[in-house]
């Protein structure tokens, strides 16, 4: 069984507080995007076997894959296994989800494969355990996401775009730029408004990370990469998460590609053209 792994966005994301577990809580819009990982499925009598060919990540229970597959065969009490190949091509550490992606596919396909029959809000309960931006990857469409990012509600009238994403080759620790945030504790009651999308201009005009000044500030090439973004036609330009990766909102695919030539030409930057998946 073969399997894409999408990369996600975020349009919007407001930290609205620290809580006193140590994470905070968010509000964020997420977009699924046409960068994707591959991730292959083979039954097996030999427990979990992972590889991951071509990149530096672990291939034990330190690899969220490898937890995803353990998790759901704990749930489901099953003893023989499964060999599982996890083909990267979403940059790694980069703001895009590529973990989250990859662990949330791993239990919609073995949920498949070994016929477990669980339901999707069994599965996003599961997913919730391994990681906070796993349930969006298991839910359809573009969602807000509220919490640490495990309470979703669909986002079913956000516009669809065109992405040119720029990544520039370092990785950013998440667990840093939260410490760097410098939140105090609350306890007092949020108050947030969602903020309507409904068309691109609602999108682009809307376009906001809590977490860009904190990454920024830490890699000012960063700002660069947003002004050569709306140098070249986009709409709006934001960091994706915690970043490094920088994208711009295009209205078609011939203003996108041209973009990303100018921006392939012009540096060493990895450079990806996507539009907006379910």
């Known amino acids: 069984m073969r399997r894409l792994s999408p990369a996600k966005v975020n349009l919007h994301l407001r930290v609205l507080r620290k809580r ?8 964020t819009l997420m977009q699924k995007i046409s960068l994707y990982d591959e991730l292959e499925f083979f039954p097996s ?15 034990n229970e330190d690899n969220i894959v490898f937890r995803a597959a353990k998790a759901i065969f704990s ?19 980069a703001g895009l989800g590529g973990g989250s992606s990859n662990a949330a596919i791993t239990l919609l396909a073995l949920n498949e494969l070994f016929q477990f029959n669980f339901s999707s809000e069994e599965l996003r309960e599961l997913g919730a355990t ?19 990012g495990d309470r979703l ?32 504790l609350t306890n007092e009651t949020i108050h947030y408004s969602i903020p309507r999308f409904l068309t691109r201009e609602d999108v682009a005009a809307g376009l906001h990370n809590d977490l860009e000044r904190v990454t920024l500030k830490m890699h000012p090439s960063l700002g660069e990469i947003k002004e050569l973004l709306l140098l070249n036609g986009a709409a709006g330009s934001l960091m994706s998460g915690s970043g490094p990766t920088v994208f711009g909102l295009f209205d078609s695919e011939d203003k996108a590609e041209k973009a990303k030539s100018v921006l392939k030409k012009s540096s060493s930057w990895s450079v990806f053209l996507c539009h907006s998946v379910d």
């Open 20 to 27: 006193p577990d140590g994470y905070h809580d968010l509000a």
């Open 45 to 59: 009598d030999r427990g979990i076997s992972l590889r991951c060919p071509g990149v530096p990540l672990p291939e």
């Open 75 to 93: 749930r489901a009490g099953f003893r023989p296994g499964v060999t599982i190949t996890l083909h990267k091509n979403i940059p790694l550490a």
């Open 130 to 148: 391994l990681g906070a931006d796993v349930p969006f990857f298991l839910f359809p469409g573009p969602a807000w996401a509220f919490g640490i």
């Open 153 to 184: 509600e669909a986002a079913r009238a956000v516009p669809s775009f065109w992405f040119v994403l720029v990544n520039p080759g370092f990785e950013v620790s998440t667990k840093v730029i939260y410490q760097n945030l410098n939140l105090g």
